[in-house]
């Protein structure tokens, strides 16, 4: 017979603060795992990203935050705007659209709005396949 298994438990942000904060307490895992309820490899996980977690509380994400996600801007978050834009116009016209197009699409939108932006803008921009 198989163990019977925990249903997968949310953890905000929030939270994750309060088991950093406790463990710079000077508390355990083990003994924040027994209080919480939540595994030990979980809050290992949850210390191994901590910077992430404050990161997002001092940029005020809302502590009820179930993901930490950066907010992208300048041209990537221009390109990924026009680029969604362009695939639903390709899908209307019932054009099928590889992997490869989408890349090379995301690509040249982003070159041409690099040239556009603030001559300080230096982030990079590589299309991934997922």
């Excluded at 249903?7 to 950093?20: A, G, H, S, T």
Aim: with cysteine; glycine share 4%; aromatic share 4%.
């Amino acid at each position: 017979m198989l163990p019977v298994r925990k249903p997968c438990q949310v953890i905000d942000v929030e939270m994750k603060l309060k088991i950093i904060k406790d463990y710079e307490g000077r508390k355990s895992v083990m003994v924040i795992a027994l209080q919480s309820g939540i595994y030990h490899s979980t809050l290992g996980m949850i210390l191994k990203n901590k910077n992430k977690v404050v990161e997002a509380v001092k940029e005020s994400a809302s502590l009820k935050a179930m993901r930490l996600t950066k907010i992208l801007q300048g041209p990537i978050s221009v390109m990924e705007k026009l680029l969604m834009t362009w695939i639903k116009e390709q899908t209307t016209k019932n054009i099928l659209l590889s992997i490869t197009t989408v890349m090379a699409k995301a690509k040249s939108l982003f070159v041409l709005l690099k040239e556009k932006a603030e001559p300080d803008y230096n982030v990079e921009f590589t299309a991934s396949s997922a």
